[in-house]
């Protein structure tokens, strides 16, 4: 599986950024497909995930603010972020659970930056 990713960028505070993420297979053979950021020094967490049933999941700096969807006909994964703030500047990550034999597998992108100035 391989995933590309785009549309960081830099945006004043308050701004919105859309990422995408384009996947090399069907999306509906992934059990989830998600988001992860990193800053400097941290280690990389999740910020947003779509199931394979749609079910969508947030962390709480997410919530309210950020909305995750697909496309299945393109095979992407969309990040929209509203009201963006400078705590959100990080690397955002695509990646992608595979059910895999014997185990789960588990994809990234290459990380496209999201810079939030003030």
């Known amino acids: 599986v391989q995933l590309q990713a785009s549309g960081g960028g830099l945006v004043q505070a308050g701004g919105s950024l859309r990422l995408s993420c384009t996947a090399s297979?069907?999306?509906?053979?992934?059990?989830?497909m998600a988001w992860y950021r990193q800053t400097p020094g941290k280690r990389r967490v999740l910020f947003a995930a779509?199931?394979?049933?749609?079910?969508?999941n947030y962390a709480d700096s997410a919530r309210g603010r950020v909305t995750i969807s697909r496309d299945s006909a393109k095979n992407m994964v969309y990040l929209q972020m509203n009201g963006l703030k400078p705590e959100d500047t990080a690397v955002y990550y695509c990646?992608?659970?595979?059910?895999?034999?014997?185990?789960?597998?588990?994809?990234w992108g290459q990380g496209t930056l999201v810079t939030v100035s003030s």
């Open positions: 990646n992608a659970e595979f059910q895999g034999v014997p185990t789960m597998e588990y994809y």
């Open positions: 779509i199931l394979k049933d749609g079910t969508t």
């Open positions: 297979v069907d999306i509906f053979s992934l059990n989830a």
